[in-house]
């Protein structure tokens, strides 16, 4: 049975979620979402966050034990998923890249030392491709 609402069940502080890792906006939206399974537990548990300056969408995943499955009631376990969320969602944001301008591309072509994707060379903050946070020198 999933758990749906029109409003988050649990509110996150304005600073307790770092700004968006792809633009830096601090304009988020968020959600605890999962529920209990055909089986009587725990398939799934996410913190949903969304940003509404990029239309970024993350789910972020979290492990429920099965001694937490079985012995916590589900709101507990809703809470257990946004605190461990928002601290998987804060380190995901701590990760940082250089871009490295690639040898002989006439577009501005350069490299994120992070995830090694191509991206269009320019003053961006943040990887398009995997969120990490952009440092110059």
Known sequence: E???????????KKDELKPCPFCGSNNLTHDV??????????ECAYLY???????????????????EDDTLPDEKILQLTLERGVEKWNTRYE???????SKGSLWGIATCSKCGNLTIEGD???CPNCGAKVVRE
């Open 124 to 126: 961006r903050n943040y």
């Open 2 to 12: 999933w758990i749906k609402r029109d409003k988050p069940l649990f509110e996150v």
């Open 95 to 101: 990760r940082t890249c250089e871009m490295q301008k």
């Open 49 to 67: 966050v969304a940003c509404r300056d990029c239309h970024i969408q993350f789910d972020v995943f979290v492990r429920i034990t099965k001694e």
């Open 33 to 42: 979402r999962g529920g209990r399974g055909a089986f009587g537990f725990w």
